[in-house]
């Protein structure tokens, strides 16, 4: 873990949302413009340095993106188990990321979260990176949680790092697009994030995510923590939410949309997404 100097602890990091993970199958994908149409722009994405899966994005004039993503068809199941969210249904929100104004402010995150001594780390950013259709090389590093008994947690149950080391205009260019955030939903931003734990595991996890928050406060009201945004612009509620849940993790979305969006828009069938004016 990176070691702060002796200002550090009198400094916060300022967490920006960054994106929203969506698993879908390579055909899927490769079709999402035509399902997608009259409900949402879909900008190009890329192939992962990794070789193992590519994307397309969902721009919003917030700077937030929703990422869908999938396996290529051409990956053998055993390789695909190994990576992250190889094991995770199609078709569902599996994950999503926050990020940071300068990478160096991951090492208070780092304090931030040791300091609330739950047992939950986050470990030091691992480099990474995707290819555009242009051609254009993107770099970044991912920072992920680890659980008290040191394994990763699962995917989503506390959000990841996505640390650019080049510029983040490449990797989301909804300012220099501006046309790519025009939606026919409506849609403006992240509105909402709720995150329903998995049973008994809500204790712990509610000071770790005040830790990343609001380091500075006892406790979050009613588990409620805003969130600020790329652009540093206002669409919606911007907040997370951690419910206890009754099962296995759930993670939900809610949008901001217009004075003429729909209350509701299915982005994936079953998958239904809520707008908040």
Not at 14 to 32: E, F, K, R, W
Not at 101 to 122: N, R
């Amino acid at each position: 873990m990176s070691n702060l100097d002796a200002a550090a602890p009198n400094r916060t990091a300022q967490p920006l949302l960054d994106h929203i993970v969506i698993l879908v199958n390579h055909h899927t994908l490769t079709g999402i413009d035509e399902q997608l149409k009259g409900v949402f722009t879909v900008a190009p994405g890329g192939h992962h340095a990794d070789g193992l899966t590519w994307n397309r994005l969902i721009l919003f004039k917030d700077g937030v993106y929703i990422e869908l993503i999938a396996f290529f068809d051409t990956i053998d199941t055993e390789t695909r188990k190994k990576h992250r969210w190889g094991s995770l249904s199609d078709g569902t929100i599996i994950d999503w990321a926050c990020s940071l104004h300068e990478e160096k402010d991951f090492a208070l995150i780092q304090e931030q979260v040791s300091s609330a001594q739950t047992g939950y780390l986050y470990s030091d950013p691992v480099p990474g990176g995707r290819e555009k259709p242009d051609g254009t090389v993107l770099k970044w590093a991912n920072g992920s949680a680890t659980s008290p008994d040191g394994t990763p947690i699962f995917p989503g149950t506390l959000p990841f790092w996505c640390l650019d080391r080049t510029p983040r205009t490449l990797r989301v260019p909804y300012e220099s697009s501006p046309e790519l955030t025009n939606h026919p939903s409506g849609a403006k931003g992240v509105s909402r994030i709720v995150i329903e734990a998995p049973a008994g595991d809500i204790a712990h996890l509610r000071d770790v995510y005040t830790a990343i928050y609001e380091p500075k406060s006892s406790k979050a009201e009613n588990d409620v923590w805003p969130f600020d945004v790329p652009s540093g612009g206002k669409h919606g509620k911007q907040t997370t939410s951690l419910l206890d849940g009754s099962g296995g993790q759930v993670i939900k979305l809610a949008l901001a949309g217009g004075t003429n969006s729909p209350s509701f828009v299915e982005l994936l069938p079953g998958l239904i997404v809520k707008l908040e004016s």
